[in-house]
T-cell receptor, first 113, second 114 residues
Framework: QQQVKQSPQSLIVQKGGISIINCAYE??????FPWYQQFPGKGPALLIA?????SEKKEGRFTISFNKSAKQFSLHIMDSQPGDSATYFC????????????FGKGTKLSVIP | DTGVSQDPRHKITKRGQNVTFRCDPI?????LYWYRQTLGQGPEFLTY????????KSRLLSDRFSAERPKGSFSTLEIQRTEQGDSAMYLC????????????FGDGTRLSIL
């Protein structure tokens, strides 16, 4: 069973700063790593995803960096805004051929003005 | 694209009662997933359907839980003889076929057991 270890558990960043959330996974067979953003009372919303054959993917202020040899990937939020305050989850497929996702425990981001 | 719809949004029931939740996926999505999320945790996979066929079930899905997707469209998740530990947010997601097709989540049904 895939384990996804996410850190930190909570993060406070000043407006305009860079938020960095890290995830580590175990099984190198996996081929898709999405990040989700969740606001209170809402379901998770897909933010950005990466394949392991790509070292970096950028969409607006959000960038995923992928280190295949270290089995780690991270989310960077540039120019963090108060509206980015939410819980962020990394995820990975739970097994070869599986379509279920295993999620990290989440990082609660607070961006203060 | 109207998004994934779940009903009800909140359900309060007494321990021992049966509850049923409904999920309407995005119309062109043939995959449908159920997850459970407890406070401070990430979603945990319960089961998924490819059209009407239930293809994967988690060990979390005890025999008190049953899910159906009779016509490959909407799905229901039933919990029989509810227990305190069943209190959670039940999330439904849907996707197109393909490993990298993103799973789109609904806003969930929050179940509270008295």
């Amino acid at each position: 069973q895939q384990q996804v270890k996410q850190s930190p558990q909570s993060l406070i960043v000043q407006k305009g700063g860079i938020s960095i959330i890290n995830c580590a996974y175990e099984n190198t067979a996996f081929d898709y790593f999405p990040w989700y953003q969740q606001f209170p009372g809402k379901g998770p919303a897909l933010l950005i995803a990466i394949r392991p054959d790509v070292s970096e993917k950028k969409e607006g202020r959000f960038t995923i960096s992928f280190n295949k040899s270290a089995k780690q990937f991270s989310l960077h939020i540039m120019d963090s805004q108060p509206g980015d305050s939410a819980t962020y989850f990394c995820a990975a497929p739970s097994g070869a051929g599986s379509y279920q996702l295993t999620f990290g425990k989440g990082t609660k981001l607070s961006v203060i003005p | 694209d109207t998004g994934v719809s779940q009903d009800p949004r909140h359900k309060i029931t007494k321990r021992g009662q049966n509850v049923t939740f409904r999920c309407d996926p995005i119309s062109e999505h043939n995959r449908l997933y159920w997850y459970r999320q407890t406070l401070g945790q990430g979603p945990e996979f319960l089961t998924y359907f490819q059209n009407e066929a239930q293809l994967e079930k988690s060990r979390l899905l005890s025999d008190r839980f049953s899910a159906e997707r009779p016509k490959g469209s909407f799905s229901t998740l039933e919990i029989q003889r509810t227990e305190q530990g069943d209190s959670a947010m039940y999330l439904c997601a849907s996707s197109k076929t393909g490993r990298e097709q993103p799973q789109h989540f609904g806003d969930g049904t929050r179940l509270s057991i008295l």
